[in-house]
């Protein structure tokens, strides 16, 4: 399978992605979101987020020429290594099926915390994808670190921290 990255306005990403997937049944087009957990009025709620505001994900059996879908309004071009490869490639193509894996939407993770240690035991961050940098269990909230298009990103998405491992 093929994956790219195309870079599009900002608040249009669902819209891109509809555009895209409308244009050839055997696209798929994911704009990404994230899960997260937030308190209000004190009860705790989920709210959906766009993963990376300005990117779309496209995968699709056969390879795409740009030509094909640069014409798709709010897109504003197709993320590439030179002026040969527009394929994600290596870590970047890595990303993008953990993403396609999930169906666009990374959900809350379950972490155990032993001291200082945290363990993934459940979720999309079970996968092992990303080191995680900081926890704040009062805002169930951890911040990933990963790499992708050549450039150390952090994102924040929620994690349900357990203080020990459930029966099983």
């Known amino acids: 399978m093929y994956a790219y990255c195309i870079y599009c306005k900002t608040g249009s990403e669902k819209n891109v992605a509809e555009s895209l997937s409308a244009m050839d049944e055997t696209y798929i087009s994911i704009a990404p979101t994230r899960i997260l957990q937030e308190k209000r009025k004190g009860k705790w709620q989920q709210k959906e987020k766009i993963l990376f505001p300005g990117y779309v994900f496209l995968y699709s059996e056969e390879r795409i020429e740009p030509e094909q879908i640069k014409r798709t309004p709010g897109l504003y071009?197709?993320?590439?290594?030179?002026?040969?490869?527009?394929?994600?490639?290596?870590?970047?193509?890595e990303y993008?099926?953990?993403?396609?894996?999930?169906?666009g939407c990374i959900e809350t993770s379950k972490v155990l915390t032993i001291g200082r240690t945290v363990k993934v035991i459940d979720g999309p961050l079970s996968d092992?994808?990303?080191?995680?940098?900081?926890?704040?269990?009062?805002?169930?909230?951890?911040?990933?670190?990963?790499?992708?298009?050549?450039?150390?990103?952090?994102?924040?998405?929620?994690?349900?921290?357990?203080?020990?491992l459930p029966e099983q």
């Open 128 to 164: 092992g994808l990303g080191t995680i940098v900081k926890l704040d269990k009062h805002k169930r909230r951890v911040w990933v670190e990963f790499e992708f298009a050549g450039q150390l990103r952090t994102v924040t998405l929620s994690a349900e921290c357990i203080e020990e």
């Open 77 to 93: 071009k197709i993320l590439n290594y030179d002026a040969e490869f527009k394929e994600l490639q290596g870590s970047d193509y």
């Open 96 to 103: 993008s099926m953990w993403i396609y894996k999930h169906q």
